[in-house]
DNA sequence: GCCTGGCACTCTCTAACCAGGAGTGCCAGC
DNA sequence: GCTGGCACTCCTGGTTAGAGAGTGCCAGGC
């Protein structure tokens, strides 16, 4: 009996099968049944005989069919199965992939490109579009100090990305113009030109060894830039596009549902921790349904990648649709987005 | 025959069942018919007599019933006369407006103020609320340059609301960072303190009595000035809030109309057009239904107001739901949000 | 002239029912 | 191991019937 080999190896037919079911399924969205999957395996088959082998790969925890008399559904671990080993790829086409090249603008601010790339994603694949802001590749461009009243000073930083922050910092007492500009001028000599992230350890070093050596000025300059820093460094963006695409998609018919995921979209919280969990792997990554951990994705899978900005991973793009999703489409749209966004941020250095 | 009323007067006791009936209405989602209204109107009539009235209402265009055997609803036109003169105000609850207050930060930056009160408005009302950012309010504190690549000049605008705004300007040649802290110099000598509308209709000013005696750098520096402001003059921002709270509302049932009204908030212009209106009218503006002029608010109503800083209209903040929402909680609630972000701005100056 | 109870009528809503269709599982035979 | 056949299950769509809600109109009363 064939119902015995389990987890065993699945014959190339019956991986074959499985591929046509699934694509079958991501099509039409029905339970797909033994006369269609006969006629157009090309397998010259009978459909008694697949529904056999249905059986198996129901067996398998595969397949599963929603009652007794409709045709069968993958199931996530169908799913999984599908998109680490059987898919074929369709390449985007080179028009798509031009146009989006055309359209970003190298002059642009950070969060223009990667919002341009999230838009890029959502409208290619119909779907939702996720991308965070690079995660502190930028360098320092200059800081410059401004006082406010009551012990409150507000820090501009600027960085080669061109993006412009600003944080109000609260110091001991109140400074003058003159010394704001002072310890500018400092930290400006000492940091301009290298990348937050290694300002901020630099930094700490620094502090720590010549302490002694300054005068009081210095050492609260220095106090200053690590408050400044220490902030900055919580790159916690993400740009969302696309998002009402998704209230298109049959599969998410529920009102309910929809709105637990639009809320999710809002909070960026769980979303920051998904991309964050992405950060640490490499290539693609798939997450289908529940498999992400977060409830509220239930029907949802999410197609995610790094970006590369000077050969160090940056940031991560995503695209959120139906776990029914045409993957041969979506995978090399978030493989070809995120190189283009990873060359279009390089290319600015 | 009370029939021949027509658009001629109506009486006290119309108006009253209106009142109810809309109210009703509003409560319950049903239409109402002769017998609930005439239980609890309170007027001892019998159903038989109500349904006169009705008819009489319906004639004036005021209700309508979906089928010959419902009950009645109110048309657009019976909204009108419900929020214009019909409806009794329930004031909100002391303890949500001072929680309100607790929460604002008066060190916080403008954006941060405006969205808190956005989401104030969606939390109390259970709806979306819509904030714009106040106009050309604040007055210019600081204006830094900075020199780009290729004649490319990223001017940074430090405002007294404390954010900070930056901007790419395109010039004829490239400038040295010395000529750029020239200029700079120039400019927030001039023009620090100032607020920025009236900068830059002062600057034009200025720059066409004064240009023969300047020399070539100062020349610049206006020509700069011009661009830098000129952009700044469309405050083209707007904070909405809670948007998923309509996917709740059952009369917004229908996905398709959920998803357009999505999208006109994604795309803000028609909002801003919106809101622009509502800055030119005084006091709170309720746009009912297909009033508003925009299709996409096919069921939807808003309920608009002004806000003031400095005795002046500053911004415009709503709440948009539902025809069928509890304007008698809704209007309280834009109305004292109003005030309170106006307050909580004003002391900031 | 206004209000009322009564009555017939209309329309919606729900449940129930009944094919028709699709797909399955199992079996016996090749 | 594959196949056709067959009985069975379950969903689907359309129809029907009855209940319920509300109406419009009428005739009669104050």
């Given at each position: 009996m064939s119902r015995k080999k389990r987890q065993a190896e699945l014959s190339e037919?019956?991986?074959?099968?499985?591929?046509?079911?699934?694509?079958?399924?991501?099509?039409?969205?029905?339970?797909?049944?033994?006369?269609?999957?006969?006629?157009?395996?090309?397998?010259?088959?009978?459909?008694?005989?697949?529904r056999n082998i249905m059986a198996d790969l129901e067996a398998l925890g595969l397949v599963h069919s929603p009652h007794t008399s409709a045709g069968r559904v993958p199931t996530i671990e169908g799913y999984r199965l599908f998109v680490d080993s059987l898919?074929?790829?369709?390449?985007?086409?080179?028009?798509?992939?031009?146009?989006?090249?055309?359209?970003?603008?190298?002059?642009?601010?950070?969060?223009?490109?990667?919002?341009?790339?999230?838009?890029?994603?959502?409208?290619?694949?119909?779907?939702?579009g996720i991308v965070t802001v690079p995660y502190k590749l930028a360098s320092l461009k200059m800081l410059e100090f401004l006082p406010l009243s009551e012990n409150r000073v507000l820090a501009i930083i600027v960085t080669t990305d061109l993006e412009v922050e600003n944080r109000i910092i609260h110091v001991q007492r109140s400074y003058s113009q003159d010394e704001l500009q002072h310890i500018?001028?400092?930290?400006?000599?000492?940091?301009?030109?290298?990348?937050?992230?290694?300002?901020?350890?630099?930094?700490?070093?620094?502090?720590?060894?010549?302490?002694?050596?300054?005068?009081?000025?210095?050492r609260t300059a220095v106090d200053m830039a690590e408050k400044v820093f220490s902030e900055t460094q919580t790159g916690d963006e993400v740009v969302v596009a696309g998002q009402t695409n998704?209230?298109?998609?049959?599969?998410?018919?529920?009102?309910?549902?929809l709105k637990e995921l639009f809320e999710v979209f809002n909070e960026k919280r769980e979303i920051l921790h998904l991309m964050d969990r992405?950060?640490?792997?490499?290539?693609?990554?798939?997450?289908?349904?529940?498999?992400?951990?977060?409830?509220?994705?239930?029907?949802?899978?999410?197609?995610?990648?790094?970006?590369?900005?000077?050969g160090q991973t940056a940031g991560v793009l995503a695209v959120v649709g139906p776990t029914?999703?045409?993957?041969?489409?979506?995978?090399?749209?978030?493989?070809?987005?995120?190189?283009?966004?990873?060359?279009?941020?390089?290319?600015?250095?």
């Open positions: 037919r019956n991986r074959q099968l499985l591929k046509l079911l699934v694509s079958q399924y991501i099509e039409e969205g029905q339970p797909v049944g033994s006369k269609t999957l006969a006629e157009r395996s090309g397998l010259d088959l009978s459909a008694a005989t697949i898919l074929t790829i369709r390449p985007l086409e080179p028009e798509n992939i031009e146009a989006f090249q055309r359209q970003l603008d190298p002059a642009a601010s950070t969060t223009e490109l990667v919002s341009q790339a999230s838009e890029f994603l959502s409208s290619i694949t119909h779907l939702a500018a001028n400092y930290l400006n000599e000492h940091f301009a030109g290298q990348d937050i992230a290694s300002i901020y350890h630099h930094l700490l070093a620094d502090m720590k060894a010549a302490r002694e050596h300054m005068d009081r000025i210095m998704l209230m298109d998609v049959d599969d998410l018919a529920d009102i309910n549902k992405t950060m640490k792997a490499e290539g693609i990554q798939i997450y289908l349904g529940q498999e992400s951990g977060y409830g509220a994705f239930g029907d949802c899978s999410v197609v995610a990648s790094t970006y590369e900005v000077d029914r999703m045409p993957y041969d489409r979506v995978i090399p749209a978030v493989d070809i987005t995120a190189k283009i966004l990873g060359a279009a941020l390089n290319s600015r250095k």
